[in-house]
Antibody
């Protein structure tokens, strides 16, 4: 069965960077776009961007341009999101999600989420 | 990209029908047939319940239905059940290979 298993919780100080991983299994990793979506405490879902694991191509939400980098390692079927210059507002649960439709938002499979806390 | 607009909360009694609206613009909902809806229970990842405006993944009850008119998409839940109490989010393709979510609606089953 399809599984997306994310890395564990992280705590960072303001100004630092964090890198979260998402290991995929149960399907052909390079066959489906992977989105990253975050959710601040008590808030709604926020789309951050996607990576095409086949080509490595990416597209980021304008809000995160210059601060976010999405990469992948096809040899271990793992996608990554790195966010730099962290601030307290980046405290959130970060999810990876597999899109069945390319990049049109048919996110059928989700990781369990990774809590990132930014605090001095 | 601005978030799509959803009512912050709605409520209904068991057996009733409720409709959650999601309003965007001609650059997102109005311009494409790629609206999806997600259900999220507290503390767990969202679950896809509608995609491409009206389609349901296998396993999602047909009590859940989606529609779109102009710049507004809607999710209707008929025959409301206690387990439907959750947060609901709409999501639309917004052009230039981007997506945008709604602010979310908290549904309470009375």
């Amino acid at each position: 069965q399809v599984q997306l298993v994310q890395s564990g919780a992280e705590v960072r100080k303001p100004g630092a960077s964090v890198k979260v991983s998402c290991k995929a299994s149960g399907y052909t990793f390079t066959g489906y776009f992977m989105h990253w979506v975050r959710q601040a405490p008590g808030q709604g879902l926020e789309w951050m961007g996607w990576i095409n694991p086949n080509s490595g191509g990416t597209n980021y939400a304008q809000k995160f341009q210059g601060r976010v980098t999405m990469t992948r390692d096809t040899s271990i079927s793992t996608a990554y999101v790195e966010l730099s210059r962290l601030r307290s507002e980046d405290t959130a649960v970060y999810y990876c999600a597999r899109d069945w439709s390319g990049d049109y938002g048919e996110m059928r499979d989700w990781g369990q989420g990774t809590v990132v806390t930014v605090s001095s | 990209q601005s978030a799509l607009t959803q009512p912050r909360s709605l409520s209904g009694s068991p057996g009733q029908s409720v409709t959650i609206s999601c309003t965007g613009t001609s650059s997102d909902i109005g311009g494409y047939y790629y609206v999806s809806w997600y259900q999220q229970h507290p503390g767990i990842a969202p679950k896809l319940i509608i995609f491409d405006v009206t389609k349901r993944p296998s396993g999602v009850p047909d009590r859940f239905s989606g529609s779109k008119s102009g710049n507004t998409a809607s999710l209707t839940i008929s025959g409301l059940q206690a387990e439907d109490e959750a947060d609901y989010y709409c999501c639309s393709y917004a052009g230039s290979y981007t997506l945008v979510f709604g602010g979310g609606t908290k549904l309470t089953v009375l």
